[in-house]
């Protein structure tokens, strides 16, 4: 059963000289609005979709989008008197499928209220006003018109109709909801534009992939949903990434304040079972230990410290042999420092050589392909390797060569081939160069902190040496203050570890959430039931360009991508490109159709209504518009409204609609009239 019905509209003008207006019934079914061209068949058209507030589809918003008749003047009779309109409304009363009915009235010319106003009556305001049980104001084409739960005309009108909008991703990668009148471009097709293609006057409003979200949700394929469930785990992935890298970054920063390296962690996310492997080790000269065993060698030094501190002559032996060995491990590492700056500054070269060797072959990458592109289009590009030619020298390459070398220069693709592989194997040079470079530069701030402190404790020395005997020793009372020092710091570094540790495990769950969600989808992009339900529309497709006459292409060679789900000949190209124009006018009659049909069969979201401004376009022949016209008279449940003018001619209209069930609304001399 149809979930939109329209039952009425109503047309109120208030002129300089009285009334005047028009009223229309619709039934179920196929309704034909008949008229000749210029007598308003097409403000009928446009009338019904103002009131509905899909104006959109006439290419704008509010009363602008609207015939003058409508607006401005009433011209009456024809080509002899005009009227000046004072103030205009059209009612439009429509029924859901619960057999529940509204009433909406939307200005077009009124002096004290803007058009995006909406008045909506409960029952038939048109025929039976005392039945009205309720009256309520709303907006449409403003902020909250498609969300405000209390004055939203198409949140309410959503919720009429039984229409559940989904949410899908902009092209930012926010989330929004589907229009209601971009939904509608897919079953209401307006004279100026919508012939020209599928959906084209659906407003975009930077929606990723518009038309293939709407078939989706006409359908209600399983695909939707689970789009939409990857959606909400790649933005979930893309959260946890955000918090896990945090703790990352701090770990690594502990890492580098604390001469240690950090190991059992990757900067991506992972499952973990075990938190103690993830260690800080820290640097000695020869090996690593845990920064927690270091901790502990430092508290046992301090033990080694007495409660009283030795004076200088006490420690003279010990602190001469200590300044002796100190030195000669300064002239260690200031020779290591000095012999490690050269290689840093080589190894930058050798990236810089790599990095223009990649911006080489990127150049001769581009250019080739450029020229593979242009092959493929049908030109001839003269390139000169290709021809056996120097590009320097002009010679013929293999008069440059030695003469025992046999040379065969490389096709293009296979030189494309090459220089992507080359490019792909220079990359991993940079890469590993990088590395290289970074891990020599800590080195080289290693040595400096180091011969740093050295230089400090080597001056102690010198200084402790020379005072005298009897004094408490400085470098002993520093030594041990510095010790303290370290012990606190690295006592609150290994608190600090620990704490970003726990924040792990919340994280780790996350991860583990997330694969989880993963595994449990369909590792097809079409369930079986969708890929039943994209071959009956296929079916249904194909079988309505037969009956609608459709020759250029045949039939054994289109298809409904499996992609985007609209029709494409040889697998390849959009049917539009490969029929004739009249052709692809019988295309979106058949596509049209056969998205309602698909959805009454699989029960799916289709409001079950559609409507067609002047679709005998393109000089379709006569024979396919009756067909068209005979298939839509087999919906009885749904309704069909279809506005034409049989070219003028009762003779057309009479052979079209032969032995055809359908309701007729005969526009006779003009659709504006005076009310008496």
């Keep these: 059963m149809t979930k939109l019905k329209i039952n009425r509209l109503k047309i109120e003008i208030n ?83 619960h057999g529940q009915i509204i009433t909406i009235r939307r200005g077009v010319k009124t002096p004290n209220r803007k058009s995006q106003l909406v008045d909506v009556f409960f029952g038939d305001y048109i025929t039976n006003l005392k039945d009205i049980t309720d009256e309520r104001q709303m907006w449409v084409h403003d902020k909250g018109g498609a969300s405000d739960n209390d004055f939203g005309f198409h949140k309410f009108l959503c919720e009429f109709l039984e229409i559940d909008l989904p949410k899908v991703i902009t092209y930012k990668g926010d989330y929004t909801q589907i229009y209601l009148q971009q939904l509608a471009s897919s079953f209401i097709i307006e004279q100026k534009k919508g012939w020209s293609d599928y959906f084209i006057t659906a407003p975009i409003y930077s929606i990723r992939d518009l038309n293939q979200r709407i078939v989706e949700y006409l359908l209600n394929l399983d695909v939707f949903e689970n789009n939409e469930k990857r959606e909400e785990i790649n933005i979930r992935r893309n959260l946890l990434q955000t918090k896990w890298e945090k703790v990352f970054n701090e770990m690594d920063y502990l890492a580098d304040r604390s001469s240690s390296e950090l190991t059992g962690i990757s900067s991506e996310p992972e499952i973990i079972n075990d938190l103690n492997s993830i260690k800080l080790l820290y640097k000695k000269e020869n090996s690593n230990i845990r920064i927690e065993e270091y901790l502990q060698e430092l508290r046992d030094e301090l033990v080694t410290f007495d409660n009283t501190i030795n004076t200088v002559g006490q420690n003279s032996s010990k602190y001469e042999k200590e300044l002796e060995e100190k030195q000669n491990l300064l002239n260690k590492i200031v020779v ?97 160069q990088k590395k290289l470079i970074t891990d020599k530069r800590a080195k080289s701030e290693l040595y400096q902190q180091a011969s740093t402190k050295l230089r400090k404790e080597i001056r102690n020395l010198k200084t402790e040496l020379v005072e005298d005997s009897r004094v408490p020793s400085v470098v002993e009372i520093e030594e041990k203050f510095s010790l303290n020092q370290r012990i606190n710091f690295y006592s609150k570094t290994i608190e600090k570890f620990e704490s970003l540790k726990n924040d792990l495990i919340p994280l780790i769950e996350e991860h583990i959430e997330i694969q989880s969600a993963v595994s449990k989808l369909p590792k097809l992009n079409l369930s079986e039931k969708d890929a039943n339900k994209i071959i009956d529309l296929e079916n249904n497709f194909v079988s309505y360009l037969q009956k609608f006459g459709y020759t250029s292409k045949s039939f054994n060679s289109i298809k409904i991508s499996r992609d985007n789900y609209f029709p494409i000949v040889d697998e390849l190209y959009s049917i539009k490109f490969d029929s004739s124009a009249s052709d692809f006018i019988r295309s979106i009659w058949a596509f049209t159709i056969s998205l309602m049909k698909t959805s009454v069969n699989y029960n799916g979201n289709h409001p079950q209504f559609l409507m067609f401004d002047e679709p005998k376009q393109q000089d379709a022949s006569l024979e396919s518009f009756k067909s068209f016209l005979k298939e839509l008279s087999e919906f009885k449940e749904q309704q069909m409204i279809v506005f034409a003018s049989f070219e003028n001619s009762d003779e057309t209209f009479n052979e079209s609609t032969e032995k055809i069930e359908f309701s007729l609304n005969r526009i006779n001399e003009t659709l504006i009239k005076p009310i008496k």
């Design 15 to 97: 002129t300089d000289a009285g009334i005047f207006g028009a009223q229309h019934k619709f039934s179920k079914g196929l309704n034909i609005v008949r008229g000749d061209n210029t007598t308003g068949k097409s403000s009928l058209f446009q009338s019904i979709i103002y009131a509905l507030g899909f104006e959109e589809l006439l290419g704008g918003k509010f009363e602008k989008t609207l015939q003058s008749v409508l607006k401005d003047k009433v011209e009456y009779p024809r080509n002899e008197q005009y009227f000046n309109i004072i103030q205009s409304y059209i009612y439009l009363v429509i029924e859901n499928q």
């Design 336 to 432: 290591n420092y000095e012999l490690l700056l050269p290689e840093i500054t080589s190894e930058i070269e050798k990236l810089k050589q790599y990095q223009n060797q990649s911006k080489n072959i990127s150049e001769d990458l581009r250019k080739n392909k450029g020229v593979q592109k242009l092959n493929k289009l049908g030109a001839e590009q003269d390139i000169k390797s290709i021809q056996n030619i120097c590009p320097t020298c002009t010679q013929e390459v293999k008069d440059l060569l030695p003469s025992d070398i046999n040379h065969t220069p490389m096709r293009l693709d296979d030189n494309i081939k090459y220089l992507e592989s080359q490019m792909a194997m220079i990359e991993v040079y940079i890469s590993g």
